[in-house]
Structures are given as structure tokens and as C-alpha cells.
């Protein structure tokens, strides 16, 4: 059974500019969950989607959006990069009903010069 | 609001020493608590949670509401267990997967 996949792995992008991470859960998950992950603050929640709708949103200005498709997959967008989105992103995904367990990619390493 | 605590950034042990790896956690209702593992160059992954009251690979935690403590042990450190550990937690009320993470104890065990 294929794992969470992230596309793609490493981005560099230039302060201004704007960018889309793509996350494909395993088959048969509903829930897909985006965290930031930086040596500073660790991970944090950015927000839920389940079955294409919004379920929980974390603290981060309102540059940062995503949407999921109705095969679940999921895009995120940072639009108007500052040098601080330098990070890993994560993408957990889960079955999608209460006490599962949430399976993780391997992250998109973005890099804002 | 939901806070965990892991106060210890490096942990270092000696191979067959005990390990402790201490969380601490803040919320108001009923949590779930996880323990997530990240090995080198391997992607994060689950390795206990307190609701299915497992042992995996020698480890065991036990969620003590009392003291808000869900501290992860292991009686004999290996050398393979040496890796990125976090505590986290799921609010039970609510509805969601949202995770809440500790900011993560590097553990190493020493020949």
C-alpha cells in the first residue's frame, strides 16, 4: 500500500513570490493535515481537510490556503512568501473518523531567498 | 487552548540504561495522547498511543491525568532507538485530527 506522498520534495522560491505544495493521501483516507515544521518552533498545525471541506484551521495568517480535491488529494498555497516560510511541510493523512492514526509524507523542504 | 510540554531537547544514554522521556500537556476536556518517533532520514511516524495501551518496540507510556503527564520509558535503551521523539495531542472534543506537538527530544544512546 503505497505511503503519504508529497510533491515535490525541495522548492526554492524568492521572497514575493507565491507557491503550491501538492499531498496524496493513502487510498481510502478522507483527512488530510498540513504542519510547518522549523527548527525554531517545531511542528504546527496549519489546517484539516476532509472531504474537501476545511475541518480545523491552525494560527497562521491568512497567506496560507489549501483546498482538497474529491479524490482527497490536497494542494496547499503560500502566497506572498516571506523568509520565514523557509521550512518542512508536512502532510499527515487519516482515515478521517475520530481515534485513527494519522500517517505522514516525507515533507516539501521549502527554501524563500 | 492545547500546550505540550517535552523539556528536554537531548537525552543521552547509555546502551542498556533505563530511558524517560518526559510530556507534559494543558487542555481542558478529554485528550488523546500519541507518541510520534523520527528515525534519521525517515519520515515521522506513530509509535504509541495511550488508548491502546500497547508496549512497541520496549516502550510503554501512561497517561497520568492527575499530573497532565504522558512520559514515554523504556527499561533497556538499544541502540537503534536512537532518534527523534515527539509527544503530541488530539482534543477528544471537538471533532478532528488536529495534533498538537511537542517540540521534540532528540535521544541518544551511547555505546
Known amino acids: 500500500k503505497a505511503g503519504v506522498t508529497q510533491t515535490p520534495r525541495y522548492l526554492i522560491k524568492t521572497r514575493g513570490q507565491q507557491v503550491t505544495l501538492s499531498c496524496s493521501p493513502i487510498?481510502?483516507?478522507?483527512?488530510v493535515s498540513w504542519y510547518q515544521q522549523t527548527p525554531g518552533q517545531g511542528l504546527q498545525f496549519l489546517f484539516e481537510?476532509?472531504?474537501?471541506?476545511?475541518?480545523n484551521k491552525g494560527n497562521f495568517p491568512g497567506r496560507f490556503s489549501g483546498r482538497q480535491f474529491s479524490n482527497s488529494r490536497s494542494e496547499m498555497n503560500v502566497s506572498t512568501l516571506e523568509l520565514g516560510d523557509s521550512a518542512l511541510y508536512l502532510c499527515a493523512s487519516s482515515l478521517g473518523s475520530q481515534e485513527t492514526e494519522a500517517f505522514f509524507g516525507q515533507g516539501t523542504r521549502l527554501t524563500v531567498v | 487552548a492545547q500546550r505540550v510540554t517535552q523539556p528536554e531537547k537531548l537525552l543521552s544514554v547509555f546502551k542498556g540504561a533505563p530511558v524517560e522521556l518526559k510530556c507534559n500537556y494543558s487542555y481542558s476536556g478529554s485528550p488523546e495522547l500519541f507518541w510520534y518517533v523520527q528515525y534519521s532520514r525517515q519520515r515521522l511516524q506513530l509509535l504509541l498511543r495511550?488508548?491502546s495501551r500497547e508496549s512497541i518496540k520496549g516502550f510503554t507510556a501512561d497517561l497520568n491525568k492527575g499530573e497532565t503527564s504522558f512520559h514515554l520509558k523504556k527499561p533497556f535503551a538499544q541502540e537503534e532507538d536512537s532518534a527523534m521523539y515527539y509527544c503530541a495531542l488530539r482534543g477528544l472534543t471537538g471533532g478532528g485530527n488536529k495534533l498538537t506537538f511537542g517540540t521534540g527530544t532528540q535521544l541518544k544512546v551511547e555505546l
Open positions: 481537510y476532509f472531504s474537501e471541506t476545511q475541518r
Open positions: 495511550h488508548i
Open positions: 487510498s481510502g483516507h478522507r483527512s
